[in-house]
């Protein structure tokens, strides 16, 4: 059966995953933020959680962990390499790990960049990525902690997952990354859609995530630093992708 995933808006601009496995019942909360939100759409589901799955230390995706097991019990699944800086962790995964969520089986992804302990969860059957702040649709994670080479091997590692993965990423920042894309890859007539679209969606108050891989790899600049056209449009024909890459995060950091 397919996991059930129901997407609440939390804060400003971030996005919590509720997922339900439909077999067992089991049910997983994805970087929780605040406990409030998250208990109210539990309440109103009729859901009751088990596991929280965190991607990284930053308070934004864990603010509601200890409210939320306190309540339910739930179990804490964190990436070992925060161990330390995450409280009440009851699970510590790493790259390659699989993790089950009832009869739901995500992989875990070590991707690091944005920070330096930072997983992603791939429901492989379920083609569901959720990747935290490491790639947001038409954009990517700041480089807090890890290098442009290492996120620029995290981003293609979730690249690969293929074209219609599912990208869940934990910010509405599509509209903002969509203007930052268009300066750097103005003649990208599938990315000129993509934002007409966004535009679209937004202005009538409608997520724009998920984001299926395959418009992120055709439009997103930050997966599309091996691509000719856009080596061509900063200037870098035939560098290492990492060093494109590396340019195009040092423009938007600056934009
Ligand atoms: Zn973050």
Known sequence: ????????????????????????????????????????????????????LITHHHHDHTGGVGALKARTGCSVVAAK??????????????????????DSVADVLAVPGHTLGHVAYWFAEDKALFCGDTLFSLGC??????????????????????DDARVFCAHEYTNANADFALSVDPA???????????????????????????????CNPFLR???ADLQRAVGMVGCDPADVFAEIRRRKDSF
């Open 1 to 52: 059966m397919p996991l059930e995933i129901h997407q609440i808006p939390i804060m400003r601009d971030n996005y919590v995953y509720l997922l339900r496995d439909g077999e067992t019942g089991q049910v997983a909360v994805v970087d929780p933020g605040e406990a409030g939100p998250v208990g109210e759409a539990l309440d109103r589901l009729g859901w009751t959680l088990t596991h929280i």
């Open 81 to 102: 390499a925060d161990l330390g800086r995450i409280d009440a962790v009851d699970v510590a995964v790493a790259d390659g790990d699989r993790l089950a969520i009832g």
């Open 141 to 162: 994670g700041r480089l807090f902690e890890g290098d442009a080479r290492q996120m620029w091997r995290s981003l293609c590692a979730l690249r690969a997952l293929g």
């Open 188 to 218: 990208n007539a599938a990315l000129k859609a993509r934002a007409a679209d966004v535009l679209a969606l937004r202005e009538k108050g409608m997520p724009t995530v998920p984001a299926p891989m395959g418009a992120e790899r055709r």
């Open 225 to 227: 630093a091996d691509a």
